[in-house]
C-alpha cells in the first residue's frame, strides 16, 4: 500500500461518518506525519506498517469524536511500539472491559485455587493414609 492508497482509504471511512472539515483535518494529520516519518529516514511501507489498517484509524477516529458528545475537536492517535506490531492506546471504554475481564479471571483463579486448596485439606489424611500404606509395601518389598 502507497502513501496515497492509505490517505484514500483513510479519506472513505472518514467521508461516511464526518464532515468535510474534520476529514481534511485527519487527512493533512497523516499526511504530514507519514511525510514528517520518511523525512527522518524511514520508509514509505515501515510507517505505513506501523500505522496499520485505515479503516481501524477512521473508525477508532470516529469513535473518539462521538465520545466527545459530536463535539468535535481534533484526534490524536498515538501509537506505541509492541512486539506484536503497532497498536493504537486503548479508549477508556476498552480499558474498562479489559479490566473487568481480567478482575473477573483473576476472582475464578483465586476461586478454584480455595476450593481445590479445601479438597487437598479435606483428603489429607486419606493421602497420608495411602502414603504411609505404599511406604510400607515398598520397605516389605525392599526387605524381601
Known amino acids: ?4 492508497e492509505f490517505l484514500y482509504a483513510l479519506e472513505t471511512a472518514l467521508s461516511e461518518e464526518l464532515n468535510d472539515i474534520q476529514v481534511n483535518e ?3 494529520y497523516y499526511r504530514q506525519y507519514i511525510e514528517e516519518q520518511i523525512a527522518s529516514g524511514r ?5 505505513l506498517e506501523e500505522l496499520g489498517d485505515a479503516r481501524i484509524i477512521a473508525h477508532n477516529i470516529i469513535d473518539g469524536i462521538e ?6 475537536r481534533r484526534t490524536t492517535v498515538t501509537y506505541t511500539t ?3 506490531g503497532d497498536e493504537a492506546d486503548l479508549t477508556w471504554k ?6 473487568g475481564t481480567i478482575a473477573i479471571i483473576i476472582a475464578v483463579v483465586v476461586l478454584v ?11 489429607l489424611p486419606a493421602i497420608i493414609v ?3 500404606v505404599l511406604w510400607i509395601f515398598s520397605k516389605r518389598r525392599d526387605g524381601r
Open 1 to 4: 500500500m502507497t502513501k496515497q
Open 26 to 28: 485527519q487527512i493533512n
Open 43 to 47: 520508509s514509505e511501507s515501515e510507517v
Open 67 to 72: 465520545e466527545e458528545g459530536n463535539a468535535y
Open 82 to 84: 509492541g512486539d506484536e
Open 94 to 99: 476498552a480499558k474498562a472491559k479489559m479490566y
Open 113 to 123: 485455587l480455595a476450593l481445590v486448596t479445601r479438597l487437598i485439606i479435606w483428603m
Open 130 to 132: 495411602i502414603a504411609v
